[in-house]
């Protein structure tokens, strides 16, 4: 039967109170500094002779300031007692960890390893909400790839990569943490194990979840670079489409203006100049030259779309089992 | 003699009344959990006191739809069991075990543990055939690169990406599954062998498929990076081109607009206005500069194709042994 | 009660006189050395029979000159002594352990072990100083990018990336000569400990504060090349911009020279000579073909800011556990 | 001594003839089944109890066609018995063993061990030889990439960076296979070594031709990317070059029309065009402004070869140990 | 008392006198197969009964012919004797071993595991100064970025990365070869040791050495990245300038040639043309627009360097521990 307490940025009598006598200096320093932005701990977790020790960071990106914060949570578990250790940050609001007290009342469970459990599985849980909610961002992305501006392009990759490394940071020493759990690595050095076989099958599926989220970062950062390439391709492309108007207009521009410089010579016998329809004349050559040229680069696909005749692409396979299973020898016999 | 109990989205009571007794609490709780988009699990084999538990994941890339989803394929053998659970995907059809049991019926084989490597077997060929399918597309792409729009490149190399990425996903946790079974690594804890020597052969030849897979992905993900470098040097090869266009025409035109523009003036005296043949004298002059400078465009190459006189590319050497055995040796003496 | 001599470029009676006499050749040679701009010896730790021999790098950046010199510490402590070797470096001024002394008098502390720690410690810290330093330059150089010129940004991007890649060079050794520390791989020889248990704690958390700026200095490359990414995006987006302004130039000024063109041409009977009103028709024309052109080029987004009812960007999720908890599972049921 | 039985596509009564009796169903399989583009097994070697089983790989780029095939030759060696299976590629001729025989014969060795090192061998020197001919290409490209086109040299890297994949992909489990056989990972199960010491420090030289093998490919690849970037760079600038050639001659042929513009203008009193030298006049302004114009853009280096007064590029040092010795400490003292 | 036996091309029978007589075949055929271009051995050691075997590689690059060659020394050490065997290179000039043989002089030693070091001392020093020469030539490489043509810089850039790939070819392997000493892994197999735990020291230091070494490769090949990087961006930003200053001419020289045009219209009655000053007014418009649009231009930066009032550059910071101490805790307070 374990007892929770839960403090918010206490005061060093505070602390000693609730914590057991043997705890360590240097934690007892640990969990009394205030948080400070851009000097956040490394999670952790450790094993001592009485305890174990953890150290927890969630990020929070507050996406309209382009900024992200991280909320500290620390515990002290013990065989009796759960302290846990929550910090106000600098720039937010601490982390909720009501949803723990919820599942634990669910579950009827008391015992503190299970506890501790409980807490790294909501952090594990808010990283993979996390993760799922930057992919669906990117998958906004590349669908807005051919609408949206660049520079909202732009911004918008280099925020999502922000995102990406700020979140990558937190995860990896979290993944580290729980390995050692899952490879009996952590637990109080004396007496019944605080973390006992079953509670070592949930953590293993608290890292599950947490190689879930490496790997799902992992394939984020790739589709972004994958938006990113995209973009850069447009781009370039885009830029020979400009240069390709621009070719159109001069040609097209300069030629009736060459012809009607040729009309505004001034030699004495110029044969076209006395008829009576050599206006009309002019124009005709103005116009018939304009069209043969428009036509041109129409054909040649620098106006009005793609080349007329382009190749057809030729469609993705679906790539199912059941319409490739067996493809692979078909095709070589 | 093992039975083999086939499952399609189990509902709690069928559950238990296929499985074992012993089944673990979260291997049961995992069974259930219905297939979530976005939420699969890991890939993974656990060796068990009673049973092996085993999530497998199959990806299926919907083209038309720019989509990917995730069959789900659990299993739970004990030496006289096979429960193999499959689970509809939210937005698919669930995963064809038939080709298993057909070969299973063909070799007459009934042990539990082969069951399990026929179906890992099955997997691993998906995985071969899958990548094959995308190589082939990769070719397609590298043959099309110099015919389709740079629009339609683009999509494409982005599209192949994606389908990399997923597969590539899926298909690392199944090759370190496996290599578990090979390296003895995971069996049932007690009594004589689920997975006893004879079938961890079969099991190496299974990892060495996924090997094969992993291989054949990164020479996917090389050869599409090779194809995206030669796209985006065609680009912008093609930019230098048209932009030598457009100075061909500004040159080509400005030209006779200078020269007509200079009898265009009002001087009192300019002699050849007075020509009879002066008009022709005007028309001789465009006519001559636009014909050198057409030649000498010509000549740089900037228009109708490639310098003349350009250097020949030397051949490449046929790299068969035949040919150039030796000729290291040979060359240095 | 251990001894603290603190000599700064000793002469090698000095040298001989404070060290203890078992120290080995090689080493005193190291600590004789002087310091040499691009031959630093690389930060370690050596544990041996009676002493343990420590050498550390501080990298400072002189900015104005675009330079970076590298203040060397030596150290080597017995369980009586800690001899600290300081080297004034070619182009600055040597390292100040004044800080070192003030903790060691306000922690009343005065094993030997206890100021070695407090060293390492005080370098660790300054390398959280220079990469937190570092870190707030780039968040400048992100703030700046749209404003600054290209010059400009090119400049600041290459500095910041020397000194992170001057940095990195001198923290890696220096974390990992701390880990063995951590590992217990390194103290005295013979007797008791020098760096026993407690001791090792406070490496732990030197290792920490290591390992942090590890992770600090690969998110600053990280930023570092997003925001080189996002400055090449723009020059590149800025290069279709500008073509784009010089084809509405083109286009809007050679239009209203051909119809001036038109009627300057001498043709007999050109009826809109005739009129009264003549010289206001081509105006007229002028003009209304200037606005046309103008109101289609500011539509199409070439001039005047984004295109007209682009779309909107969907704003970016706020990634606070709060608002997102549960919507992973929410989404797909 | 030992026997070499050596088939091609052999039919399972010959192979049954031909192999030892306890060979394992799996391993007949593979040497069974056909050559299959693209389904070639990866190279391996195995021991089993009284055999080792070896699978390997020879990659033929047949250049013209853009096209790679792989020769397959598998291997049984028993203490008595050699026997090698080639296979004919679906597209091309099988490997050819006549120079292990020669060499076998010439050496007079007939252990089976010393057989295979023979076989192994050949296959290490074919992939030096390989390597080194690619190498000799990379260097051809380097010396083409100024005078080549874009095209060529495009299609070209795309070429050579297909045949590095290809042999790559070949060359590494080849290298892993023999590394378990200078490892003393590898022999028969039972009774005398098939492989014994003096045969393994054989081995030991293959391994170490393979390990040269692998970093010359890395060196290959990186000579590519060097020659891929500069070729990269090339065009970037390519490209400026050819918009300051447009800018020239839009500067060199509007400032003339100009002029004569300004002398076609119909006002009442121009006092230039009373003159009797007034033609000349306006030739002059036209020579002169476009001599100077010429200047100008000479002087900026913008036509006609790079701009005057440039820097001198210092000269790359030797980089000799009798040049450059002691420098390093000559320089700081 | 050892001997050292120095020979330089030795033919068989020479090197059959020189070696003891236990030494194995293949190292014999090593130490007669002559050098040959692009087939150089792998740098090793290796320890055998009754001998210790080496092979070292110096890269010598002779930069007038951008061409590499290697030089080879191989050692054979028993406690009695070394015997170094020098190679002539096909291209150039064997190893000059001149310095080991006054070092050992000075330092009065004789013991043949103390020669090895100082061979191989010699070799690791040579790798320094060579680094060291690189980075130099980089630094000279980055501040001629702003003043050299493309064309020197790009063939520069190629240069010194040919040069770094050569020499990390062969430190990699020398560095893994002096690490089996420092790990105690080679050495004679019978009798007193010949790399004694001080010479083991001194390899230490060898090894610190070739770390360094291979420390201030990566840099090398970081910074020449970043040169890279900065080139390819002062590029792109130099065609911005060079559109920016097309399109600048263009609005200049088209404006007049309109106004020009204008007057130049044969209409019946266009006031300005009957005016005595209408010659000037033209003129005064021209000068008008001209003025104002460079003006416009100006200000926009287009011209004339830097926009007008553009943001300074905040400076960067001096990171020196003095004044950013502490600075991480004040910002954050």
Same sequence: chains 1, 2, 3, 4, 5.
Avoid at 113 to 137: C, R
Wanted: charged share 30%; net charge negative; proline share 6%.
């Amino acid at each position: 039967m374990a007892e929770w307490i839960d403090l918010l940025d206490p005061t060093e009598e505070e602390l000693r109170g609730a914590l057991p006598r043997e705890i360590h200096d240097r934690a007892l320093e640990q969990l009394l500094t205030p948080a400070r932005h851009d000097d956040e701990p490394r999670p952790r977790l450790e094993g001592h002779d009485h305890y174990v020790f953890g150290i927890f960071l969630v990020p929070i990106c507050v996406r309209e300031e382009d900024r992200v914060f991280y909320q500290e949570v620390d515990l002290i578990a013990t065989r009796e007692r759960l302290v846990t250790v929550r910090k106000t940050p600098e720039l937010g609001h601490p982390f909720d960890p009501s949803p723990v007290r919820d599942s634990a009342e669910a579950a009827k469970a008391t015992r503190a390893g299970y506890l501790v459990y409980l807490l790294v599985d909501l952090i594990a849980e808010y990283f993979l909400d996390l993760i799922d909610a930057l992919n669906d961002e990117i998958d906004e992305l590349e669908d807005g790839i051919e609408r949206w501006t660049a520079g909202q392009i732009r911004a918008r990759i280099s925020e999502l990569r922000h995102d990406l490394l700020h979140v990558r940071r937190t995860v990896a020493p979290t993944r580290d943490a729980v390995h050692q759990v899952v490879d009996r690595r952590i637990d109080v050095g004396a007496g019944p194990e605080l973390l006992p076989r079953e509670i070592e099958l949930d953590f293993a599926d608290v890292y599950d979840k947490l190689l879930r989220a490496m790997d799902g970062l992992d394939l984020s950062r790739d589709l972004l670079s994958s938006a990113r390439d995209y973009h850069q391709a447009k781009i370039a492309n885009d830029q020979n489409e400009v240069t390709k108007r621009l070719t159109v207009i001069a040609s097209v521009l300069l030629v009736p203006t060459f012809i009607v410089g040729l009309y505004g010579q001034n030699f004495r016998r110029i044969t076209e100049l006395a008829w009576g329809f050599g206006y009309w004349w002019s124009w005709g050559w103005i116009l018939l030259t304009t069209a043969l040229q428009l036509g041109f680069y129409r054909w040649l696909g620098w106006i009005g779309g793609d080349p007329l005749g382009r190749p057809k692409l030729p469609p993705l396979r679906k790539l199912d089992p059941r319409s490739i299973r067996g493809r692979r020898r078909a095709s070589s016999t």
